[in-house]
């Protein structure tokens, strides 16, 4: 094992994101302390962190008005110069992708990139990677020198309770970054959710370019609202504006995990597939029955999937319904 893992979290609010706890699992599992460099929010959260398993808080702060990476990549810098740790563990948000590829020019190391799953050999860190749309994994060994920079994909970890006290916290204030630190964030724009985020969702109700057209794609959202998750999209129907970004699930979108999958018009395209594949149960609906999409479902139904949509959307909005008076449960 490793003696020390440190993992980057970024924190909206008083709780740390559901990305950094999964990277605090995924560093439990390879190293014997963790602690975290806490990105943002109200105060640290060293209760809900000192229960997944970290040691030691390092509270960076906000970055206020200024661009976060080149400050936070300082303070990492800072940090393993200071406490050298094996491994410096990143989510692969945009914050993270930035982050990491400035820490690796500071200490000279190469970046680990989209990594889905990790382990230890002889107490050298091998990293596996989702290859050609998820067909195949690669593992990698790092030989260099540490600390290994990994990047994790969202959802290749499960973020569990480890039992630990509360973490203890100090202080590490961002740095300058000098000329780097000159971008200033001009603006921002929050999201603004009727129901569960698309990472988070216990169901996730999906379409693609089965649906036929972008008036259809309000069926998704009603059913989603209705089972209270959160509709999801192929790349397909995005790049057709059918779909805001936000909802793209696969390679180049969001990765989900949820309970149930609901995929109403997607073919199943290997980079989608990436995204989802992690679902316990997937129910789909297309047309055409050799969809590679049924491969991976539990449940699939040949058949016109705006028309399944509608006939499933009355049913709950019915009087009496599974979707009306009882919360839909």
């Given at each position: 094992?490793?003696e020390?893992?440190?993992v980057?979290?970024?924190?909206?609010g008083?709780a740390?994101?559901?990305?950094?706890?999964?990277?605090?699992?995924a560093?439990?599992?390879?190293?014997r302390?963790?602690e975290?460099?806490v990105l943002g929010?109200?105060g640290?959260a060293?209760?809900?962190?000192?229960?997944?398993?970290?040691?030691c808080c390092?509270?960076?702060?906000?970055?206020?008005?200024?661009l976060?990476a080149?400050?936070?990549?300082?303070?990492?810098?800072?940090?393993?110069?200071?406490s050298p740790p094996?491994?410096?563990l990143?989510?692969?948000?945009t914050?993270?992708?930035?982050?990491a590829?400035r820490?690796?020019?500071?200490?000279d190391?190469?970046v680990l990139a989209n990594?889905v799953?990790?382990?230890?050999?002889?107490?050298?860190?091998?990293?596996?990677?989702?290859?050609?749309?998820?067909?195949?994994?690669?593992?990698?060994?790092?030989e260099g020198?540490?600390?290994a920079?990994?990047?994790v994909?969202p959802?290749?970890f499960?973020?569990?309770?480890?039992?630990?006290?509360?973490?203890?916290?100090?202080?590490a204030?961002?740095p300058?970054?000098?000329a780097?630190?000159?971008?200033?964030?001009?603006?921002?724009?929050?999201?603004?959710?009727?129901?569960?985020?698309?990472?988070?969702?216990?169901?996730v109700v999906a379409g693609?370019?089965?649906?036929?057209?972008?008036?259809?794609?309000?069926l998704?959202?009603r059913?989603?609202?209705l089972?209270?998750g959160?509709?999801g999209?192929?790349?397909?129907i995005?790049?057709a504006?059918?779909?805001p970004?936000?909802?793209?699930?696969g390679q180049t979108?969001?990765?989900?995990r949820?309970?149930?999958y609901l995929a109403f018009?997607?073919?199943?395209a290997?980079q989608?597939?990436?995204?989802?594949?992690?679902?316990?149960?997937v129910?789909?609906?297309n047309?055409d029955?050799a969809a590679?999409?049924f491969?991976?479902?539990?449940l699939?139904v040949v058949?016109?999937a705006?028309?399944?949509?509608?006939r499933?959307v009355a049913?709950l909005?019915a009087?009496?319904?599974?979707?009306?008076g009882?919360?839909?449960k």
């Open positions: 094992m490793l020390l893992a440190l980057l979290v970024e924190q909206a008083p740390p994101s559901s990305d950094g706890l999964e990277l605090v699992a560093a439990r599992g390879i190293a302390r963790v975290a460099a929010g109200e640290v060293a209760e809900t962190l000192g229960a997944h398993g970290v040691a390092h509270e960076l702060g906000g970055a206020g008005e200024s976060p080149p400050r936070v990549a300082a303070a990492l810098a800072q940090l393993v110069a200071g094996g491994a410096v990143l989510a692969s948000t914050t993270g992708r930035d982050v590829g820490l690796s020019a500071r200490l190391r190469p990594v799953g990790m382990e230890l050999e002889a107490d050298r860190i091998v990293v596996h990677n989702s290859a050609f749309g998820g067909t195949l994994l690669v593992s990698t060994r790092y020198e540490d600390p920079i990994v990047l994909r959802k290749s499960v973020a569990e309770e480890a039992g630990g006290q509360p973490a203890s916290v100090v202080q204030p961002l300058g970054a000098g780097a630190g000159s971008a200033r964030v001009l603006e921002r724009r929050r999201q603004e959710l009727a129901g569960p985020a698309l990472e988070e969702a216990a169901v693609g370019r089965g649906l036929g057209s972008a008036e259809h794609y309000g998704v959202e059913l989603a609202a089972l209270h959160a509709p999209a192929s790349r397909a995005v790049d504006g059918w779909a970004y936000a909802c793209q699930v979108g969001k990765t989900v949820p309970d149930v018009g997607i073919s199943g290997m989608h597939l990436v995204g989802m594949r992690g679902a316990r149960h129910v789909a609906v047309k029955p590679p999409i491969q991976l479902a539990e699939g058949g016109d705006p028309d399944l949509l509608r499933l049913r909005e009087p009496g319904g599974a979707g009306a009882d919360g839909g």
